[in-house]
């Protein structure tokens, strides 16, 4: 798991029910509870309450146990139907983890070199620029080591700067700086010393290698630890606890020369020497190492030959058991490079970014999986401009182990530390162990409320309608909800939606309205919300949403004829929209459909039609609002597509014009787009789609006449049927969709 653990509270008991697999039970309602609602037991009086803001004082102290099945008054007798079956689960120690890649140049050098910062999330593989990360100065050429715990360490040429992991904001710790030289390699025994090694000054070089104590941050040569070689340009990685590594790299003697040295530190007594098991299977500079921390090391890229056009694939790897490096071909990188960096998790994966490749300064980023050894390209996690002579620093910070009677609660990713939108999930059964409902694991990290309802708002019947039906998850069925009608009639209507209210904008009432309506999710009211209009008004558009920050409204027509790329931002915490030119589609068009993934915090807008259909796909990056044309595309060209998501793994692109049936699947993970196996039940388009992670639902729509019937999309198997209890109360197409706390 992925959250951050919060907060614990002593164990006063535990039903027996909770250990069998999902059955009703009763329980005494501490208070007004409706059909549908999720509720938690207090463990201090035994009651259940809704997962609601309200109530955060006992939610704290308590656990999700499942919904409630009717209305209840307090005091009275509800009857909830519980998650399913609580499991014993082994739990670790539980870590926030990231990546850094900083500095470096992004053109012909000297010209553009840079202080830039990006982050990597290691539960995501998403790298995004992260602004206090940045290095107090522009440079290139670093080395990078870490303290595996609670500070990391930039280091060139007298400049040494420490990011704070906790906090992920780095300056200059000037006791830390190294002696004048740079293209060095560092290595860290993850607890109490740093080594950076190797030099250059013009053409003089040297076997250099200064200490960092860790406890102070003072950094100091430690001639036991110099190289056996004088050079510089070459790879460091550590086993994490007993040997470090440095390979490969160049010097003058007397033209310059590439070698295949590799030397061992022995972290106990900090002695280098020559260990000529582990020498590369080629001579090579400018080459990166990472490491898994336990079984296996990697030595991938550099040049062969001095200079970037020489730039190679080559991957070795070094078994930590016995020291020994040989090439492994299946790690090989994805594009020849040096001059670029690496991190790892430790554990699961490592990543290779940017470079020269070829002459040029790449974007690129390959990740290889620890368990396989294979290596492939990423584009999730591809930098956000081409650099070269950047660096790669791995940041951990340990969260607290729990013991046997804690109760813990999860504080939901992305939140700013609202603890009001905590949840609890489970008990600490053993040290180390917990009781842990699943289901309900799985809910609280990906969103900050329970799903209760999707609505379906707005479309066109013989003229524009202002209806909205409700669905109520729980059970699948339907009914209209006059009190989230739309503010006026209109067809052609976008949506996104944040933690406690859903936006609706745009849209066509006879004539193009930049118009916004806010429905409060506690209530299911919904009114015009000015605040939030449209920078320009149109219908027909897309949107998208991360749930906490950002929402995003794009493309769509302003006329008849006009086709437009505009993107608005509408921000969560203020309710005002406003233009976002960065964000604005590869090029106009209405009738996009725009497809949320919560997890990896981006959008897709999928196809759409500017004077005939087209099959592209545009993806957003909302934390940076940056938006790139996909060389993937949908399996056939078509807009007005209903779309569907399940916020971590899969979103989906359903029926569309033409009176198509198709449905095509986008894998977060990758960015790829392929068919899916099953098909809507009836060829529509102009439906829309709600869904509460478990299920989606695509109503309305038009097939040979308007529609009211309604598919469910089971997730777990992607099978798709027909289920009249969710059908819509009238029928329409070009229908608007918005799911509580989650936006499809």
């Known amino acids: 798991m992925t959250n951050k653990y919060v907060g614990r509270d002593n164990y006063i ?55 409630n099945t009717a209305d209840v008054t307090v005091g009275n007798e509800a009857t909830v139907t519980t998650f399913g079956k609580y499991e014993l689960t082994t739990f670790l120690t539980s870590y ?60 060139s040429y007298n400049i040494t700067d420490r990011i704070i992991y906790s906090i ?53 040569a430690n001639t036991v630890s110099n190289l056996s070689t004088a050079r510089d340009r070459l790879a460091g990685l550590s086993d994490g606890t007993t040997y470090g590594y440095f390979a490969g790299g160049g010097y003058f003697n007397p033209s310059f020369t590439i070698t295949d040295i590799a030397d061992r530190i022995v972290f106990a007594t900090g002695v280098t020497s020559a260990n000529t098991v582990s020498d590369l299977s080629v001579g090579r500079d400018n080459l990166v190492g990472i490491s898994d921390n336990s079984t296996y090391g990697y030595f991938s890229g550099g040049e062969t030959v001095n200079g970037s056009a020489n730039s190679c694939k080559i991957t070795d790897r070094i078994v930590f058991t016995t020291g020994i490096t040989s090439a492994n071909t299946a790690s090989n990188l994805s594009v020849v490079r040096g001059n670029f960096a690496g991190i790892s998790d430790n554990s699961t994966y490592g990543y290779f970014a940017g470079g020269n490749s070829g002459g040029g300064v790449v974007q690129t980023t ?103 039906d409700r669905i109520v998850f729980s059970t699948g069925v339907t009914t209209a909800n006059t009190a989230s009608n739309l503010s006026s009639v209109r067809y052609g209507v976008a949506s996104a939606g944040g933690s406690l209210y859903g936006y609706f904008a745009g849209g066509n009432s006879g004539a193009y309205v930049a118009t916004s309506d806010k429905l409060t999710y506690s209530t299911s009211a919904n009114a015009a919300n000015t605040a ?50 960065v964000s604005n589609l590869s090029d106009g068009k209405g009738e996009v459909s725009g497809v949320s993934s919560i997890l990896s915090n981006t959008g897709y807008y999928c196809g759409g039609t ?120 009238t029928t329409r197409r070009y229908v608007c969709g918005l799911s509580d706390a989650v936006m499809t």
């Open 13 to 67: 008991g535990l039903p027996s029910y909770l250990n069998t697999d999902t059955v009703n039970v009763t329980c005494t309602a501490g208070e007004t509870i409706q059909a549908g609602r999720y509720v938690y037991m207090d463990t201090k009086d035994g009651r259940v309450y809704k997962t609601d803001y309200t109530n955060e004082r006992k939610s704290t102290k308590s656990f999700i146990l499942g919904i």
């Open 96 to 155: 926030d983890g990231a990546g850094y890649f900083a500095g470096g140049y992004t053109g012909s050098y000297p010209y553009y070199v840079t202080a830039l910062t990006e982050r990597i999330i290691f539960a995501t593989g998403v790298v995004l620029a992260n602004t206090v990360s940045n290095l107090s100065s522009a440079r290139y050429r670093l080395a990078g080591i870490s303290d595996g715990s609670t500070y990391g360490y930039f280091a």
């Open 168 to 220: 992920g904001v780095t300056s200059a710790n000037s006791v830390s700086n190294v002696l004048a030289r740079d293209y060095l390699a560092g290595v860290s025994d993850n607890t109490t010393y740093g080594y950076f090694a190797g030099y250059t000054s013009g053409v003089t070089y040297a076997a250099l290698t200064d200490r960092i104590i860790f406890a102070t941050g003072v950094t100091s």
């Open 366 to 468: 390959d990740r290889i999986i620890f368990t396989t050894g294979i290596t492939s390209a990423r584009a999730n996690s591809k930098l956000s401009m081409g650099r070269a002579n950047l660096v790669g620093l791995s940041g951990y910070y340990t969260k607290t182990l729990y013991n046997h009677g804690d109760m813990f609660y999860l504080d939901t990713d992305g939140l700013a530390n609202n603890t009001v939108r905590n949840s609890i999930a489970g008990l600490i059964l053993y040290d180390n162990n917990l009781l842990l409902n699943r289901i309900n694991t799985y809910i609280n990290t990906t969103t900050t409320t329970s799903k209760l309802y999707g609505y379906f708002s707005g479309g066109y019947t013989a003229a524009a309608a202002a209806t909205a």
């Open 532 to 581: 939030s209009n449209l920078s320009l008004a149109r219908s027909n558009l897309a949107g998208v949403s991360n749930i906490t920050t950002y929402g995003y409204f794009a493309g769509g027509y302003s006329s008849a004829s006009a086709y437009v790329a505009t993107t608005d931002k509408l921000t969560y915490s203020t309710g005002i929209t406003a233009v976002n030119t």
């Open 610 to 729: 500017k004077l005939s259909d087209i099959a592209k796909v545009d993806k957003l990056v909302m934390g940076t609002g940056i938006l790139s044309a996909l060389t993937q595309t949908l399996s056939t060209i078509r807009g007005s597509s209903a779309p569907l998501s399940d916020y971590t793994t899969y979103g989906y692109v359903c029926g569309g014009n033409g009176s198509s049936s198709v449905v095509d699947k986008i894998t977060f993970e990758t960015s790829i787009v392929t068919a899916h196996v099953i098909s809507l039940s009836v060829a529509k388009y102009g439906a829309a789609g709600v869904s509460d992670i478990v299920n989606g639902y695509i109503a309305g729509g038009y097939s040979t006449a308007n529609t009211a019937t309604t598919d469910k999309m089971i997730y777990s198997s992607g099978a798709i049927a027909a289920n009249t209890t969710s059908n819509i109360s």
